[in-house]
Structure formats: structure tokens, C-alpha cells
T-cell receptor, first 113, second 112 residues
Framework: QKEVEQNSGPLSVPEGAIASLNCTYS??????FFWYRQYSGKSPELIMS????GDKEDGRFTAQLNKASQYVSLLIRDSQPSDSATYLC?????????????FGQGTILTVHP | EAQVTQNPRYLITVTGKKLTVTCSQN?????MSWYRQDPGLGLRQIYY???????DKGDVPEGYKVSRKEKRNFPLILESPSPNQTSLYFC???????????FGPGTRLTVT
């Protein structure tokens, strides 16, 4: 199993819909989790970080972490064309590998008007 | 302006010719990291540094070297580049590994 794996894309949703992005992780990545957004030709930028089980909301974005099932998700409500980008899930290893970050392969999201 | 800078932004070189990509941050961050990005593979961590003189291997360290002699700088060294190191490279910094990482603009490297 890959350490961090994102659901296959690309994902296409209509404007105003909810976009759901999912990520699973292995036992080697178990502490802190992040969602980054990367526009084409640009650098990644942080959307959300989540450290404990449950939901974390920030505006139109909600991150969900379930450590028992080893998945983390990102919901984007009221999707806008400006949300069209590649979304990267990342996990930090913790413990003796503190500082080691592993990214998923990314999910391309397209929001069409 | 708080930023991470990388130089050069674009580089075309030949196999075996040593090169260094510089990375510098002005935010007094302790944590710095190098990634490569290849189509379909996402970002893969090459090396990271928790602080001055402390570096550790990421997932793909083979063929790369790093050093952290000063807090602000974290250069990536390819002593004998090969074509499979053709990639887009990003440097990033943060207060620590569990906080937001600020990425540089990227360096596109081509090794022929």
C-alpha cells in the first residue's frame, strides 16, 4: 500500500455543487494531515491542516479525519470555477520519522459553469 | 515580503555536470524541505531539515545531497545529474513539519 493514496481523478463537478476529495494512508503516516491546492504552473498552497479525528471547517472547505479507517477527506461546498486545480493530500509521519512528509499523487478538480 | 526563493528557475544541463539549486527563506523558519514533482507521481520529498546542521532523507534521496549551514539557506546538490532527475523541483519552509509549508516558485531542471 502506498503511504498516501488519493482517489482517482480527474473529478468534474458543476458550479455550486459539492466536490468530495478523498485520501487514504498507511500506518507509516499517522500524525498530521494537510490539503494543498496547486493551480497549473504554480506552487502548492495550504488549504487546511487537520490533526485530530473529526471535522474541521474553514469557509467553504471542510476536512474530515478518521484515524480508525485511515482516511482524510476534503469537501468543497458551493464549488466555483476558481476552485479548479490539483488538490494534494499530505501526511506527516511523526515519531522517529518526524518531519517526513508524504504527498498523494494529486486529484485534478474541474468546476464547470 | 515573506518568501522562499529558488535559483535558477530553469536549467538545462548535461549528464554528469555537477549543479546546485539554491533555496533561501526570509521567515526565520526552522524546517526546510526539497521536493520533486513528476506527472502522475505528485510531490515526493527528497530531503528535509529540522534545523541548522540537521538533515534527513525523504522518500527519494538517491542522487541528491543537501546541507544546512545557515538557517535561511538549504541548497540542493546534484553531483552527477542523470536524465531521470529531469523534473520540477520545489523548496519549502515552515515553522515546523506540522505547520503550513511555504513553497518556492519551483525550478524546472532538464538533464540531457
Amino acid at each position: 500500500q502506498k503511504e498516501v493514496e488519493q482517489n482517482s481523478g480527474p473529478l468534474s463537478v458543476p458550479e455550486g455543487a459539492i466536490a468530495s476529495l478523498n485520501c487514504t494512508y498507511s500506518d507509516r503516516v499517522s500524525q498530521s494531515f494537510f490539503w494543498y491546492r496547486q493551480y497549473s504552473g504554480k506552487s502548492p498552497e495550504l488549504i487546511m491542516s487537520i490533526y485530530s479525528n473529526g471535522d474541521k471547517e474553514d469557509g467553504r472547505f471542510t476536512a474530515q479525519l478518521n484515524k480508525a479507517s485511515q482516511y482524510v477527506s476534503l469537501l468543497i461546498r458551493d464549488s466555483q470555477p476558481s476552485d479548479s486545480a490539483t488538490y494534494l493530500c499530505a501526511g506527516e509521519a511523526g515519531g522517529t520519522s518526524y518531519g517526513k512528509l508524504t504527498f498523494g499523487q494529486g486529484t485534478i478538480l474541474t468546476v464547470h459553469p | 515580503e515573506a518568501q522562499v526563493t529558488q535559483n535558477p528557475r530553469y536549467l538545462i544541463t548535461v549528464t554528469g555536470k555537477k549543479l546546485t539549486v539554491t533555496c533561501s527563506q526570509n521567515m526565520n523558519h526552522e524546517y526546510m524541505s526539497w521536493y520533486r514533482q513528476d506527472p502522475g507521481l505528485g510531490l515526493r520529498q527528497i530531503y528535509y531539515s529540522m534545523n541548522v546542521e540537521v538533515t534527513d532523507k525523504g522518500d527519494v534521496p538517491e542522487g541528491y545531497k543537501v546541507s544546512r549551514k545557515e538557517k535561511r539557506n538549504f541548497p540542493l546538490i546534484l553531483e552527477s545529474p542523470s536524465p531521470n532527475q529531469t523534473s520540477l523541483y520545489f523548496c519549502a519552509s515552515s515553522l515546523s513539519a506540522i505547520y503550513e509549508q511555504y513553497f518556492g516558485p519551483g525550478t524546472r531542471l532538464t538533464v540531457t
